[in-house]
């Protein structure tokens, strides 16, 4: 096949001090950090549909971007093809794992048989690439929000032949991820919230969306699919209330339907700040609860309040990022995957080579920080002194659920006001953090 990116060679580490920005300057694969490569530490995928199927439009104008490989139409060929071009990009940039909904590898047929047939079709060629260049699925999942049959939702459509259509399409994704030993399915619940609580009964769309998820589990099992399913939070964007709101809410409702022991969860940056959260407090929150499955990995414009998927370049938020994972044993299926689309002014091939360095450079440099913050030692040592009391004395038996109200009130009584014992000394960890960046 003819190559679709002749002038580009396999992009090469060429250490920080290079100029060449078709290199990595962060980003070496066999380098060791704590114990693991960063390869192993950060498991980069791609995202087909915006890397490939994104015609870079907005709610102004259609789309800029030049793809010369496509040839304009919607045809299983087009679509093969592209999955020739999509493995020749992710082979030269080096990431280990692609991710994609069904709907972007294959086209939709005019029946669900048809779409079925298309997917299969476009799945061996998948199954080709993946074995002549080693890229293996990050994750596979269903578009259950782009066709009109949607509008009203999938999981939690007020109409019951909706909602078994999106589980006919579930189960067929389900299949094909295991067929391509996808490390993980996601559920993005794009359309599962609402407009206006006038018309919903939203007690009875959150019971259909727990069976959903059940039936999912189910199906899994009798198939035997040994990959992770995760819950991707989203609070608005294309509803107005997206159910999934953030990853407090997920753990809630997982909790609440038994679910929680099947479930991680996929936290995006954008999504996170888009519920009034940083991605800071997302990867704590999932973290806490044993629930950090998977990164889709972007970043929001401060001054637009909507889910502009950039490329993560942010060097404070990746450094965050990565010390959550390390202190949480880093990911085990997961991985960092590029939710990301280029500008509609970059719409050059090109130009998605230079995002995806970016924003593999910006996490090979948060990794490293975040291992060096470690090192350091001086944060870890204030966080320390910060909760000394509880590491022995009262504060030791409380944790280990000793005593009562009771006690501590007899406790209270013989001693003098308490002090806060420490500064939270937050201007000198930033001043530590600046210095070690
Ligand atoms: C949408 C989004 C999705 C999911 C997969 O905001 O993030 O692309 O990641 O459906
Ligand atoms: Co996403």
Redesign the pocket.
Known sequence: MKSAFPTIPRIPYDGPQSKNPLAFKHYNPEEIVEGKTMKEHLRFSV?Y?HTFRNPLSDPFGTGTAIRPWEDGSDSVENAKNRVRVAFEFIEKLGAPFYAF?DRDIAPEGTTLAESHRNLDAVVEVLKEEQQRTEVKLLWG?A?LFAHPRFVHGAATSPNADVYAYAAAQVKKALEVTHELGGQGY?F?G?REGYSTLWNTDMKRELKHLARFLHMAVEYKTKIGFPGAFYI?P?PK?PTKHQYDFDAATCLNFLREHDLLNHFKL?L?T??ATLAGHTMFHECEVAAAADALGSI?ANMGDELLGW?T?QFPSNIYTTTQVMLVLLKSGGFRTGGLNF?AKVRRESFEPMDLFYAHIGGMDAFARGLKIAAAIRADGRISEIIKNRYSSWDSGMGEKIEAGQIGFEELEKYALAQPDPLPHTSGRQELIENIINELL
């Open positions: 995202v549909w909904h999942t578009c996601v993005w794009g991707e989203k964007e996929n995006e954008n999504h889709d889910d998927d939710d």
